[in-house]
């Protein structure tokens, strides 16, 4: 169980400093990283060492799944919509969306249901099965969520994460 420590701080940080770690597997593995959207501030309150935790541990799934000379397409725009956890009145909020994207090896519907199962992997040597069921785990503590898509085996996927974006109220 992580302790949180609540600081506002831009969301784009802790990305950067991720893909900063990944720079040289990207490289040698001639993976090209897109951006956009990240002109705009993406304030956010939480702890930002997590959330580089959560973004690292879906940076490197997808870097796994890109193909060698492919692509990681990372998406930052703000969003008005209902929080996963507002069953009581539907209220769209301001929510800050992070996309990471690649074009690889995708998921089939299966394994797609079971992506943040904890120890469910479909890495043969190399994975726990616990990056993606911590990362949802991080960003549920933060009030977000973590959503998995893709159109089905070798068509790429994409994770969205979600979080409340800090709006400062001066009395």
Not at 10 to 28: F, I, S, T, Y
Not at 77 to 84: A, E, I, M, T, Y
Not at 146 to 151: N, P, T, V
Request: hydrophobic share 40%.
């Amino acid at each position: 169980i992580e302790e949180m420590d609540y600081d506002l701080f831009d969301l784009r940080d802790p990305v950067q400093d991720a893909l900063g770690k990944m720079a040289a597997r990207l490289k040698r593995r001639k993976v090209r990283v897109v951006k956009r959207g990240f002109d705009q501030a993406a304030p956010v309150l939480g702890d930002p060492s997590l959330l580089y935790e959560a973004v690292y541990e879906v940076l490197q799934n997808a870097e796994h799944a890109a193909k060698p000379g492919g692509r990681i397409e990372l998406s930052l725009r703000s969003v008005l919509k209902r929080p996963w956890w507002d069953a009581v009145d539907g209220t769209a909020r301001p929510q800050i969306e992070l996309s990471i994207a690649d074009d690889g090896s995708g998921m089939d519907p299966a394994t797609l249901r079971r992506a943040f199962d904890p120890f469910f992997t479909t890495k043969k040597a190399d994975g726990s099965g616990l990056g993606l069921s911590s990362a949802l785990r991080i960003l549920h503590k933060h009030s977000g969520t973590l959503e998995a898509e893709s159109a089905g085996a070798g068509l790429g996927s994409r994770f969205t994460f979600s979080l409340p974006r800090f709006q400062r109220v001066d009395s």
